[in-house]
């Protein structure tokens, strides 16, 4: 059979279904009311639902009276708020030296990152620890990238392979990319510490390594300020670097795709040559960024009163999820690991097998790695999946 005859479509290779929408689906058609969903990655409060923040509704009512135009944006987006994420990312007083495109989500940040390291180099090598949020291997693979991989957290002890990493990055060479995630580790939970994010700083500086720096979940762990501190070190410490930024998570604007690419060099030269090459990979990719988000999040930052609203807000947030954390870990010894990460995720040290058990015997839906999200429970369910994971994990001594 002929191409012609048998279409362009049939020389496509098929592709597995994306894991956690399946299980998005498994859990729809559950109909135990006790069944619990810690799989999507999305905050929810203390009765289960993803609420739309006041000051972003505050915001949204701003714009519908007074927002006078639908036209384009151009390919660098909001600059308004582009201005105004700034010192929130970097600290006040941060600017010079810096390029910033608003972007669709945190995503479409790191591809159009990836976009600009392949355009400078197409074999670029990207240092990326495991288990990291899956999309991040999948964005380097679409490009092209060569992602390097060490082990940067182990389940089984709960704990950072701080010495694993750095054996790895030492292997690096000038113009090799590392892909970090500045907080709330995604799907671990553990973060560097201030120490460790100096090491791997004057590593970076020594060996000539570009850091891209995925900065997803800020004020969702430890604080605005605290969650942003070891990035900043070490950009303090490098001649160049990326940072994407979503303000999906700590905005609450999940469905709005909102977020930014920081290009950052001491070198204006090399900044207008990638501030020329994003904006051309920019426009080939979605020609200009979605307004909405970008304006709601404009509008509170320009705004004291909304800004001091939001930043309590997103305070509750936090708190919220350090208070699931604190009692989990007082539930029983095999969850005292909880209380020193931060943000919504952990990583459980179970097998395929047990998070299948958990999901058919208990009702509790989990990603097949064993990560979960912490902000699914609330406090009437924390005592049903403690005792659920203390029976697995009692299942798995047994054997």
């Known amino acids: 059979m002929s191409l012609s005859e048998a279409g362009l479509f049939s020389a496509l290779n098929p592709q597995a279904p994306d894991a956690l929408l399946s299980l998005i689906g498994l859990y729809r058609a559950d109909p135990r009311t006790s069944k619990l969903d810690l799989g999507v990655g999305v905050y929810r409060d203390i009765t289960g639902a993803t609420p739309v923040l006041k000051a972003v509704k505050a915001a949204e009512a701003r714009l519908l009276d007074e927002q006078g135009t639908k036209a384009y944006l151009g390919p660098e987006g909001d600059l308004g708020f582009l201005e105004q994420l700034k010192p929130i990312v970097f600290g006040a007083g941060r600017g010079a030296g810096m390029f910033a495109v608003q972007t669709p989500g945190g995503t479409g940040a790191l591809r159009l990152a990836a ?212 009692t989990l870990s007082k539930a029983g010894t095999a969850l005292r690991f909880l209380e020193g990460q931060h943000g919504m995720f952990a990583q459980l040290s179970l097998s395929p097998a047990q998070v299948a058990a958990l999901r058919q015997d208990h009702a509790v839906y989990m990603a097949g790695s064993g990560r979960i999200n912490l902000a699914g429970l609330t406090p009437s369910t924390i005592p049903t999946f403690a005792q659920a994971y203390a029976d697995a994990v009692l299942d798995k001594e047994r054997t």
């Open 115 to 326: 976009d600009l390291i392949a355009a400078a180099r197409p074999h670029a090598r990207v240092f990326l620890g495991t288990p990291t949020w899956p999309n991040h291997g999948q964005i380097l693979s679409a490009t092209g990238l060569e992602a390097v991989a060490y082990r940067y957290f182990d389940p089984a002890t709960q704990s950072v392979r701080f010495d694993e990493m750095m054996s790895t990055l030492e292997r690096g060479q000038a113009g090799d990319v590392l892909l970090l995630q500045a907080c709330c580790h995604n799907p671990s939970g553990a973060d560097l510490t201030e120490a460790q994010w100096s090491a791997v700083a004057d590593l970076a500086a020594d060996r000539g390594l570009l850091p891209l720096i995925d900065l997803a979940y800020q004020g969702l762990g430890q604080g605005l300020e605290e969650d942003a501190a070891g990035m900043r070190l070490m950009l303090r410490s490098v001649p160049d670097a990326l940072v994407a930024y979503s303000c999906d998570k700590n905005f609450g604007l999940y469905r709005e795709r909102t977020g930014a690419l920081f290009a950052l060099s001491c070198d204006s030269a090399r900044l207008d040559l990638a501030a020329s090459n994003i904006k051309a990979l920019a426009r080939a990719n979605w020609s200009m960024p979605p307004d909405h988000g970008a304006a709601v999040v404009r509008v509170i930052l320009e705004d004291d009163s909304l800004s001091n609203a939001w930043r309590q807000e997103l305070e509750a947030m936090r708190q919220r999820i350090v208070e699931v954390r604190q």
